[in-house]
């Protein structure tokens, strides 16, 4: 499902790129970071309870929760080039506060497609986790971290942290005589 809130935000954020990710550890808050979420969320920086200290937490309200609320951030994962590719790396938790089991999870965006899902939390939440993002291309990448709550009276906090994008060399895979043997049935 693609996020109808992301449109209107990618067309706000060109203006805005800039070089590798912004305050991705949120010590600074909302710097870097633009919040896109609907009515009656919430999205804050607490200064502790994070991985560590300050985190980025978008919260669904208790009633008629569903829908998604998001941080985004628009960054230069390195600079294109057919050799390099991207890994993005993020930590998150899920906490419960009052609603159905398995009503929310966690979702990734990068551009207009959704990349990652994260499982349905439970009513223990989800403790702190890291997620890598491989990206086949270098360059400028637009993020979404997306908190997708369903219809109901779901109340939940999806917190994020270390937010950051890496580009790196792509792996070649070495030719070795036995590869070669072994894709010839030899
Ligand atoms: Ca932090």
């Given at each position: 499902?693609?996020?109808?809130?992301?449109?209107?935000?990618?067309?706000?954020?060109?203006?805005?790129?800039?070089?590798?990710?912004?305050?991705?550890?949120?010590?600074?808050?909302?710097?870097?970071?633009?919040?896109?979420?609907?009515?009656?969320?919430?999205?804050?920086?607490?200064?502790?309870?994070?991985?560590?200290?300050?985190?980025?937490?978008?919260?669904?309200?208790?009633?008629?929760?569903?829908?998604?609320?998001?941080?985004?951030?628009?960054?230069?994962?390195?600079?294109?080039?057919?050799?390099?590719?991207?890994?993005?790396?993020?930590?998150?938790?899920?906490?419960?506060?009052?609603a159905l089991?398995?009503s929310?999870?966690?979702?990734?965006?990068?551009?207009?497609?959704?990349?990652?899902?994260?499982?349905?939390?439970?009513?223990?939440?989800?403790?702190?986790?890291?997620?890598?993002?491989?990206?086949?291309?270098?360059?400028?990448?637009?993020?979404?971290?997306?908190?997708?709550?369903?219809?109901?009276?779901n109340a939940?906090?999806?917190?994020?942290?270390?937010?950051?994008?890496?580009?790196?060399?792509?792996?070649?895979?070495?030719?070795?005589?036995?590869?070669?043997?072994?894709?010839?049935?030899?």
């Open positions: 499902m693609r996020p109808i809130a992301a449109v209107v935000l990618v067309a706000l954020l060109p203006s805005l790129a800039q070089a590798d990710v912004v305050n991705g550890d949120f010590e600074l808050g909302a710097t870097g970071w633009l919040i896109d979420n609907p009515q009656n969320w919430i999205t804050e920086f607490p200064t502790d309870g994070g991985n560590p200290t300050r985190y980025g937490r978008v919260r669904s309200p208790a009633l008629n929760s569903g829908g998604i609320g998001m941080l985004g951030q628009q960054f230069f994962c390195g600079q294109a080039d057919d050799s390099t590719g991207c890994r993005i790396t993020f930590d998150y938790k899920i906490d419960f506060l009052d089991t398995g929310a999870r966690i979702q990734v965006q990068v551009g207009d497609e959704i990349l990652y899902t994260g499982p349905s939390a439970t009513t223990g939440g989800i403790l702190w986790r890291n997620v890598e993002i491989p990206l086949p291309t270098c360059g400028l990448k637009t993020l979404y971290l997306i908190l997708q709550v369903d219809d109901g009276n939940w906090w999806a917190c994020f942290d270390n937010v950051a994008g890496d580009c790196q060399a792509v792996p070649v895979e070495p030719i070795t005589w036995g590869l070669i043997k072994s894709r010839h049935g030899l």
